[in-house]
């Protein structure tokens, strides 16, 4: 079976604070995909990343960071210098088969982020 | 220019009654799916449907039904709902629903059964 563990269930930190929300999975595929989806208090989902399994260099966008690291099967995002705009739920998901030729997210639990004034 | 729109935003509905839930996706996308986020935020694929086949999570009550009138809409439809069904739930789509593909979701529609 394939899952995803976001063990963060809520951090909170002060504004300008560096942050990092860990995501540790378990796949048998050789070849997967994963994702981070960030869900603001308006409710929608938004796609902010996407990693496949052969690509182990670290990615930057702006203050959002990500570390891919197969050895220890995690795929932790930073942010840096927080805003209050960045409190969300993130959630870190992972592609994987359905049934048949789908394929289907399979999201962790989330990791509510609280950024403080 | 929404990506991915469903309409209602909010749905309230007395518990028996059926209701439906609209989605559309204006990316040309070929695949679309139902997720189900409960009420500790917790979310899991309901249906995965392209213009081939549609793939049902065993888990989903007979209930719940999706429809595709065509390739750029994907409804759910519930009869006689039930207490349980209260939850948000999310459309999304992908350009082919193979592995590297990235789902982008709808705003999503929190349906309440009273």
């Known amino acids: 079976a394939q899952k995803v563990t976001q063990a963060q269930t809520e951090i909170s930190v002060v504004e300008k604070e560096d942050v990092t929300l860990d995501c540790v999975y378990e796949?048998?595929?050789?070849?997967?995909?994963l994702f981070w989806y960030k869900q603001p208090p308006s409710g929608e989902l938004v796609f902010l990343i996407r990693r496949n399994s052969f690509d182990e260099q670290n990615e930057i966008s702006g203050r959002y960071s990500w570390n891919f690291q197969k050895s220890t099967s995690s795929f932790n995002f930073t942010i840096t210098a927080s805003q209050v705009v960045d409190s969300a739920v993130y959630f870190c998901a992972l592609s994987e088969p359905f049934k048949g030729s789908a394929r289907q997210l399979t999201f962790g639990s989330g990791t509510q982020l609280t950024v403080l004034p | 220019d929404t990506a991915v729109s469903q309409t209602p935003k909010y749905l309230v509905t007395q518990m028996g009654n059926d209701k439906s839930i609209k989605c559309e996706q204006n990316?040309?996308?070929?695949?679309m799916y139902w997720y189900k986020q409960d009420s500790k935020k917790f979310l899991k694929i309901m249906f995965s449907?392209?213009?081939?086949?549609?793939?049902i999570n065993e888990t989903v009550p007979n209930r719940f039904s999706p429809k595709s009138p065509d390739k750029a809409h994907l409804n759910l439809h519930i009869n006689s709902l039930e207490l349980g069904d209260s939850a948000v739930y999310f459309c999304?789509?992908?350009?082919?629903?193979?592995?590297?593909?990235?789902?982008?979701f709808g705003p999503g529609t929190r349906l309440t059964v009273l």
């Open positions: 796949t048998r595929d050789t070849t997967y995909y």
């Open positions: 449907y392209n213009n081939k086949e549609l793939i």
């Open positions: 990316l040309g996308h070929d695949t």
């Open positions: 999304a789509s992908s350009p082919s629903g193979l592995t590297a593909d990235t789902q982008y």
